[in-house]
C-alpha cells in the first residue's frame, strides 16, 4: 500500500486510506484476538488420571471386606468373600442371568427414564412459563422430590397389579418430580439478557421455548437430568424388588429379591454390585459424555485445554 | 458547527435511501417515562423524536439520562407511561453492550436464528446469514462457535444477526463500551461503511462524546433524572470521520462542555 507522507513518525493510513487497510487491520485484530486451542491430552491418559483415585480406594474398600470376611465376624454365609461374590459373578455371567436381568432393567429403566423425561419437560415448560401454574404445583412438586418413590409401590400394585404398568408407575413418580425441579432450576439460571435478546428477534409463545428457554436452560437442566436418571434407576429397583412375579421376567431388582428368598448373600451383593455398575455404566456412557458435549460447545468448561 | 436549540426541525438525512416510505422510522411525541408509580419522577420527560429514514442519529448522555429505557421504547420490551411511539412496520433490531450472542448455536446459526424467526424461508438462510457475514468481514465463521471469537468478532456477528431482521432502524445501546480502543476504533469504521452500505437509519446510545460525533450525523443531549432532550447538534464533517480529527475534537469538546455543565447541575 503506497503509504502517503504523513506527519506522524509510524505513518498511520489517512483517513480515506485503501479499505483493504482496514480489512487487513480487522483480520490483524482477529487473529491475535481469538483463542488458541491447546493441545488435548490422549484420552487414556485423561481416563487414567481421572480414575485412579477411585480404583485405589475400591481396593482399599475390597482389603477391608476381605478382613472382615477372614476374621469370622460374621459367618460366611452371612459375610462372604469377595471371592465368593466372585465366582456368583462369573456363574451368573455364564448362564447369561445376569446379561437378561441387566438387560431387562436397563430397558425398564431407560424407557421409564425416557417418559419422564418427555413428562417432566412438558410440565416444566409450562409451569416455567405459567407463573400461577409454578406457584400451585412447585411446592407440590418439591414435596414429591423428598417422597421414597417405595411409597408408591403398593398402590401402584393396587391398581395395575404385579405388571409393567405398576413399575412405570413408581419410575415415573420418582423421577419426574426431578427432572421438573431440574429444568426450573435451569430457566432460572437463563442469563436475563437472552431473554430480551429472544423477545427483539421476535420469538415468542413456542419459538420462544423452543429457540431461547429451552436451548439456555440445558446447561442448568443437566442436573436435574442426571438426578431424574438417578431417582428412576432407584425407584425401578424398588418397584422390581416388589413386583415379583415369574411372568413379568427378572430384572435386577428380581435377582435381588431371588438372593433374599434362597439366602444367597452372594447372589445378594453380586446382584447389589450390578445394580450399582449399570447406574455407574449410564452415567458415563450416557451424562458424561453429553455434558461435556454441551459444555465444551458453549466454551464453558476448560476440557479443550488451557 | 450548526447549534440548535430544541425543539429543533427536522434534518433531511444526507442519504434519503430511495424506494423507502417517507414516514419516519422512529418517531416520538412527548414520551414520558416513570418507573413504577407516576408520582415518582420520570426518567424520561416528554421526549419528542424523529429519526429519518438512513439517518444516523447519536443520544449522548450521562448516567441516568434513559438512555436504555428510551431504546426500550422504540424496540417494544417497554411501554412509556404517557406519549406515542411510533415505529416501522419491521421490528427494529437491537444492540447491546454485550453481543449476547446465543452460546448453544454458531455464529452462522445465530443469524440463522435471526432469519428464521423473521419468516425468511428455510433454503434461503444459509446463504443470506454467508452474505451478511461477508457484510460484516467474517467471511468463513459461519460454523465458528462463538466463545472462539474476540470480543470484536461477537459484536460483528451481534451486528450481522441485527441487520438479518432488517428492521427500518437499528437501535444500538453502547455497543462498543465493553471493547478495547483499537477494536472499538475499526467498529467505527465497521459500522460507518455498513450504515452507507445498507441505508439503515441508526439510532446510537452513548455516554462517549467523541464516539458520537465520530459515528453520527446528530448527536441529541440527554439530561439526566429526568432524561430531556436539553440540546441537539449536527455533525457537518464527512465521513469517512477519525475519532482523531481535528474537527471532531473541536465538536467534542463544544458538546463535552455542555454534558459537564448538565453534570455539574446535578451537585446542587
Redesign the interface.
Known sequence: MPADPSTTTSAPPAPGAPSTVARDLEAGLDALETAVEATRTPWWAATWRAFWPTAAALLVLLGLWQVLAASGIKPSYALPRPLDVWHTLVEATQDGSALRAATLSLQRGGLGFLASVVVGVALGTAMATLPLLRRALGPLVTGLQSLPSIAWVPAAIIWFQLSNAAIFTVVLLGAVPSIVNGLLAGVDQVPPLYLRVGRVLGASGWSRIRHVLLPAALPGFLGGLKQGWAFAWRSLMAAELITNTPRLGAGLGQLLNLGRDTSDMSLVIAAILLIFAVGILIELAVFTPLERRILHARGLTGLSGG | MSVREVPAPTLAPARPAPGRPARPPVRLTQVSHHFGDTTRPPVLDRIDLVVEPGEFVCLLGASGCGKSTLLSLI?G?DSPTSGTVEVGAR?P??M?Q?P?L????SAGRNIE??L???GVPRAARRAEAERLLSLV?LDGAHAR?????????RQRVALA?ALA?EGEVLLMDEPFAALDA??RD?MH??LT?IWQETGRSVVFVTHNVREAVRLGQRVVLLSSRPGRIVREWTVPIPQ???IE?QAVAELSVEITDHLRAEIASHAR
Not at chain 2, 462457535?145 to 468478532?153: A, D, F, I, K
Open positions: 424496540a420490551l421490528r433490531a437491537l447491546f454485550e449476547a446465543y452460546p448453544w448455536l436464528l435471526a428464521r424467526l423473521r468481514h462457535r462463538v466463545h472462539e471469537l474476540s470480543g470484536g468478532m444477526r431482521q483499537i477494536t475499526v469504521s465497521e461503511r469517512p470521520r477519525r480529527d
